[in-house]
């Protein structure tokens, strides 16, 4: 179905082009970036559309027929388990979660005719062993009518600590508009709260509120994939920081579908199969490193959002790591691909003797409820 509406925008563009400077501006360099393949994906999970790390391994699950959620190898793209939820989803979209529940995205609506828009909510502990109960937040949008619903699709959001941001794909105007809905099961009507001129159609998100920094990623009408990065804002005021569109270079049919991190610089993307306008590209696990990007400004945030003081040491290590327990709610250590190693709550001492020499990084949520991330070298 997707597909079939970027064969009609690629007509529409095509067609409404009045020079060939449409076409060269179109086209134009934008010091494009190159995301790594890891691996084709399985058939099982061509329609991927939502990416997330949940207990230490990254997942994704497809935008049609059972709610399964499926655990790829970071390494190869291979499923290594798979878990159903629930029977059947109608455009499953995006996942996204806080401390207590998943957020399962039923939203995805190309041709802006659903009336039963909602998020399922899942109790975190009911993973992997269920009940897996739901709950239902349904909601809408006051501006839609007839003639502007096809900018009213929705393919991406986040969670906060009290509401649901919604990050729109607009078919019609290539923008995205961020609504509020609260985070509770039952039937709400949207908030708009700002637009960012993303150039394209947005299909994933990801939020690290402490970095103030939201990353988007998604496809332009004719299926080149980008990402759009907001930082350095206050709140949510997503549209008053600063901004980079940043076209990849894996080529036409690339169509990516969701985006995580766990560093805010190394990304973990997919992109579902593509066959269509001659152009044939399969679907795919991929990783982008926006350290160019985004380390100058990473590495200036941390330490200004550094308001608790926490010593870990010796970094580098060669055996074991002392934590301040004292101040540490849950620590885990996970390497450079997701994969958690190492987990606990109140030790002192982690011993580090039996995973390979490497860089790993050590999340931290402290007895005050504020999160860290350090970077661990293992020699």
Same mark, same amino acid.
């Not at 529409?12 to 082009?17: G, I, N, P, R, W």
């Not at 600590?161 to 078919?171: E, G, I, P, R, Y």
């Not at 010796?314 to 790591?321: A, V």
């Not at 949520?365 to 350090?374: F, R, V």
């Given at each position: 179905m997707?597909?079939?509406?970027?064969?009609?925008?690629f007509l529409?563009?095509?067609?409404?082009?009045s020079s060939?400077?449409?076409?060269?501006?179109?086209?134009?360099?934008k010091?494009?970036?190159?995301?790594?393949?890891v691996?084709?994906?399985p058939?099982?999970?061509?329609?991927?559309?939502?990416?997330f790390?949940?207990?230490?391994?990254?997942?994704?699950?497809?935008?049609?027929g059972?709610l399964?959620?499926?655990s790829l190898?970071?390494?190869?793209a291979?499923?290594s388990?798979s878990?159903?939820?629930?029977p059947?989803?109608?455009?499953?979209?995006?996942?996204?979660?806080?401390?207590?529940?998943?957020?399962?995205?039923?939203m995805?609506d190309n041709n802006?005719?659903?009336?039963?828009?909602?998020i399922?909510?899942?109790?975190r502990?009911?993973?992997?062993?269920?009940?897996?109960?739901?709950?239902t937040?349904?909601?809408?949008y006051?501006?839609?009518?007839e003639?502007?619903?096809?900018d009213?699709?929705c393919?991406a959001?986040?969670?906060t600590?009290?509401?649901?941001?919604?990050?729109?794909?607009?078919?019609n105007?290539?923008?995205?508009?961020c609504y509020?809905i609260?985070?509770?099961?039952g039937m709400?009507?949207?908030d708009?709260l700002?637009?960012l001129p993303?150039?394209g159609?947005?299909t994933?998100?990801?939020?690290q509120p402490?970095r103030?920094?939201?990353?988007l990623s998604?496809?332009?009408s004719?299926c080149?994939?980008?990402v759009?990065?907001?930082y350095d804002?206050?709140?949510q005021?997503?549209h008053?920081g600063q901004?980079q569109r940043?076209?990849l270079?894996?080529g036409?049919?690339?169509?990516?579908?969701?985006i995580t991190?766990l560093?805010g610089?190394h990304?973990?993307l997919t992109c579902?199969?593509?066959?269509?306008?001659?152009?044939?590209?399969p679907?795919?696990?991929? !990783?982008? &490193?926006?350290?160019?990007q $985004?380390?100058d400004y990473? *590495?200036? #945030?941390d330490?200004?959002?550094? =308001?608790?003081?926490?010593?870990?040491?010796?970094?580098?290590?060669?055996?074991?790591?002392h934590?301040?327990?004292?101040?540490i709610?849950?620590?885990?250590?996970?390497d450079m691909?997701?994969?958690?190693?190492i987990?606990? !709550?109140? &030790?002192?001492?982690?011993n $580090?003797n039996?995973i390979p *020499?490497a #860089?790993?990084?050590?999340?931290l =949520?402290?007895?005050?409820?504020?999160?860290?991330?350090?970077t661990?070298i293992?020699?």
């Open positions: 997707k597909q079939l509406f970027l064969f009609i925008a529409s563009l095509v067609l409404s082009a060939q400077s449409f076409l060269s501006r179109l086209f134009a360099s010091s494009p970036v190159s995301a790594t393949p691996g084709n994906l058939t099982q999970v061509e329609g991927t559309s939502s990416l790390f949940l207990n230490g391994s990254l997942w994704t699950c497809n935008d049609h059972a399964t959620l499926y190898d970071t390494s190869s291979v499923v388990d878990l159903t939820l629930a059947y989803i109608y455009d499953m979209e995006e996942v996204s979660q806080d401390d207590d529940y998943l957020y399962f995205g039923d995805g802006g005719v659903r009336n039963d828009l909602h399922l909510r899942l109790s502990s009911a993973i992997p062993d269920g009940p897996f109960i739901f709950d937040i349904f909601f809408s006051p501006e839609r009518n003639d502007n619903a096809r009213f699709d393919e959001f986040v969670v600590d009290s509401a649901v941001l919604l990050f729109t794909k607009q078919w105007s290539q923008k995205t508009t509020t609260p985070k509770l099961p709400w009507v949207a708009s700002l637009s993303v150039e159609l947005v994933g998100a990801c939020f402490q103030r920094l939201l990353v998604g496809y332009n004719f080149s994939p980008f759009f990065l907001a804002f206050e709140d005021s997503f008053l901004h940043i076209p270079s894996n036409l049919g690339c169509q990516t579908e969701a991190t560093d610089l990304y973990f579902e199969k593509f066959d269509r306008l001659g152009v044939s590209y679907s795919q696990l991929l !990783t982008l &490193d926006l350290t160019e $985004l380390g990473l *590495s200036v #945030t330490i200004t959002l550094d =308001t608790e003081r926490v010593v870990v040491y010796p970094n580098p290590t060669s055996s074991r790591l934590l301040p327990s004292s101040k709610k849950r620590f885990a250590l996970v691909q997701g994969h958690q190693l987990e606990g !709550t109140d &030790d002192e001492w982690v $580090l039996d *020499s #860089t790993y990084l050590l999340h =949520t402290l007895k005050s409820g504020a999160t860290k991330t350090i661990i293992k020699r």
